[in-house]
């Protein structure tokens, strides 16, 4: 598992080191933090510029990848059992 803070480059063989092998991947942005939003958008910017240079397979298996969205707050503790869930899931 990694944390990925913020795409720094924009180059595309980066990004795709980040995201090569990876069984999941999770967004978070803060709800009260407006460049949040920002960040989240530059993330799924990678992830449409990646699928749009896979191959066969992998694009049958991006097509059924589910995207799920749902409020997080650590300080609250709102949403992180469902989070955890989700990505326990993800991983082999």
Excluded at 21 to 38: E, L, M, N, P, Q
Excluded at 51 to 57: K, T, W
Aim: charged share 20%.
């Amino acid at each position: 598992m990694e944390l990925w803070d913020v795409p720094s480059t924009p180059h595309l063989s980066k990004e795709t080191a980040y995201l090569e092998g990876a069984d999941a991947v999770i967004f978070v942005a803060s709800t009260t933090d407006a460049s949040s939003c920002k960040h989240v958008q530059a993330y799924y910017d990678v992830l449409q510029t990646i699928q749009q240079r896979l191959d066969a397979g992998d694009q049958m298996w991006h097509e059924q990848v589910r995207l799920d969205c749902f409020p997080v707050s650590a300080k609250t503790n709102e949403g992180l059992g469902v989070a955890l869930k989700l990505l326990l899931n993800c991983v082999d």
